[in-house]
């Protein structure tokens, strides 16, 4: 019993892990195979899912929508001989 409940905990991290770098255009392939063959009620879960604006993208970190960091400004360092 032990070892079927590890067996189940290991498959969901791997199912977790794999959706997790899966590619933009990987999920929502994968979402659309899913609501293809779904029951209704799960269907409209998954196309719910599918509609909203970060869930078949990125993961929840955000880190794209920040604008970028204004790079200092450069200065031009002259050396002189003598």
């Known amino acids: 019993m032990q070892t079927l409940i590890v067996a189940l905990i290991v498959a969901a991290a791997f199912v977790y892990a794999a959706w ?23 269907g409209a879960r998954l196309v719910r899912i599918r509609e909203e604006p970060g869930a078949a ?22 050396i002189h001989r003598h």
Do not use: M, N
């Open 20 to 42: 997790l770098f899966l590619p933009k255009a990987g999920r929502r392939w994968l979402l659309d195979r899913l609501i293809a063959v779904s029951p209704a009620p799960l």
């Open 57 to 78: 993208g990125c993961s929840t970190c955000k880190g794209c929508e920040e604008a970028p960091a204004a790079s200092p400004p450069t200065r031009t360092i002259r």
